[in-house]
């Protein structure tokens, strides 16, 4: 008998389009805080968070929203989200 295969979903990069200009707060990655665990890209919504192990991680700022769930989530508090002005 066969088994049925789990659904996986497969969200595309930045699905929610383009962002615009109207994000308030960017996440920026502190590298020296990072233990290259990938959790911030399993929970991107926007699926824009570049991590391959025993690589840096990348934001692709054109599409992520600003929501601060990757921030919110990293176990060691590498992510901050940041004001727009203050970069
Ligand atoms: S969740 Fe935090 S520690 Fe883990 S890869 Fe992302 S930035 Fe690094
Ligand atoms: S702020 Fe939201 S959209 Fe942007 S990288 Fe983090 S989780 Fe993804």
Same mark, same amino acid.
């Given at each position: 008998?066969? *088994?049925a295969l789990l659904?996986?979903?497969?969200?595309?990069?930045?699905?929610? &389009? %383009?962002?615009?200009?109207?994000? *308030?707060?960017?996440?920026?990655?502190?590298?020296?805080?990072?233990?290259?665990? &990938? %959790?911030?890209w399993l929970y991107c919504?926007?699926?824009?968070?570049?991590?391959?192990?025993g690589q840096k991680i990348k934001i692709d700022y054109t599409y992520c929203k600003g929501c601060g769930i990757c921030a919110h989530e990293c176990p060691t508090k590498a992510i901050e989200m940041v004001p727009e002005?203050?970069?």
């Open positions: 008998m066969e *088994t659904p996986i979903s497969r969200p595309a990069l930045g699905s929610g &389009g %383009i962002t615009g200009t109207w994000r *308030t707060l960017k996440p920026v990655v502190n590298l020296a805080k990072c233990i290259d665990c &990938g %959790i911030c919504p926007e699926s824009v968070i570049d991590w391959e192990k002005t203050g970069l």
